[in-house]
């Protein structure tokens, strides 16, 4: 089911003056409607789900707008596979809008949750007892970040190695952290992955580092440029996507990918990331988040 995304170096000022060469995975091309990550990410989970054929559908979980559960829902639609969601509902604001919409008319069952029982899903213990009739199905973490996830995403950088050799920076979006262990998973010695936190927390780096157990001191977990946390999308970062665009035609979602290019912007301008390196950025997609941006 997975296609091929193309490797485009990109033509920006800052990145020309400074010498350093930016390629963009563009996983946001991977498929019109399940771009990015969150096609890497299914694609060995829908696999698992079929080749077992001990369940009798999928559950997840994500936010109102979450691109994973998008995704989700699309992908089980098109494999005919019972899909539950359990959907956060934000005080019960947030049970109408274009991402749910879609994800209705694709035939997912949505069970909506408070923001106290959200706080729960990474608890098995208590999901598992709460939704006990779906004890049978195959129960996917949010952001579909499974440890089948990595595999598929590994292969956004593996399928550049025939190209490319080896890259200086390789810099990817975080939330979960699955993304960042996935590319982990496949980089080399003499490569540096830096992951860019698109949330606020304190020890979250140390936290999404010991979860997805990547040790390497060649990863790093940046978390100085969430611009006031998940979704919070300031004109400055408005500004500067708007720029970025007008001059490379690249689309970047605020939420993720933009809070990374931005960063890695910073790096080449202060010079920690120096003339004549060669950059690999993944674009995981997420452009239909805009929707949810964009009624804020
Ligand atoms: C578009 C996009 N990029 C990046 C991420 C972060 O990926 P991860 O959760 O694997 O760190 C997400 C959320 O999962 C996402 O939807």
Request: hydrophobic share 35%; charged share 20%.
């Amino acid at each position: 089911m997975l296609g091929f995304s193309p490797l485009e170096r990109i033509d920006y000022s800052l990145f020309n003056e400074n010498g350093v060469s930016v390629f963009v995975k563009r996983d946001d091309e991977l498929h019109p409607v399940v771009s990015g990550n969150k096609f890497r990410k299914l694609k060995y989970i829908i696999e698992e789900y079929k080749t077992t054929q001990s369940y009798k559908g999928i559950v997840s979980f994500g936010g109102a707008f979450s691109n994973h559960i998008h995704a989700l829902a699309y992908l089980c639609r098109q494999e005919n596979i019972p899909c539950v969601l359990l959907v956060r509902s934000a005080g019960g604001k947030a049970r109408e809008n274009p991402t749910l919409d879609d994800v209705r008319q694709w035939g997912a069952d949505l069970i909506f949750l408070s923001d106290g029982q959200y706080k729960q899903r990474a608890n098995p213990s208590w999901y598992e007892k709460e939704f006990s009739q779906y004890s049978d199905y195959l129960w996917i973490p949010e952001g579909g970040s499974h440890p089948l996830s990595l595999r598929g995403v590994a292969e956004s950088l593996s399928e550049t190695r025939e190209e490319f050799d080896s890259f200086n920076y390789i810099i990817c979006p975080v939330g979960t952290g699955a993304t960042l262990a996935g590319l982990a998973s496949v980089m080399k010695s003499e490569e540096e992955l830096w992951g860019i936190s698109a949330l606020k927390g304190s020890q979250f780096d140390q936290s999404i580092k010991r979860h997805w157990q990547l040790e390497s001191h060649h990863i790093k977990i940046l978390t100085q440029w969430h611009f006031g946390g998940y979704g919070k999308a300031p004109t400055r970062l408005q500004e500067f996507l708007k720029e970025f665009y007008r001059q490379t035609g690249l689309l970047l979602d605020p939420i993720y990918n933009g809070k990374s290019m931005f960063a890695l912007c910073e790096m080449i301008k202060c010079g920690l990331i120096a003339r004549g390196n060669t950059v690999f950025f993944l674009h995981t997609g997420g452009l239909q988040g805009w929707r949810g941006y964009q009624n804020k």
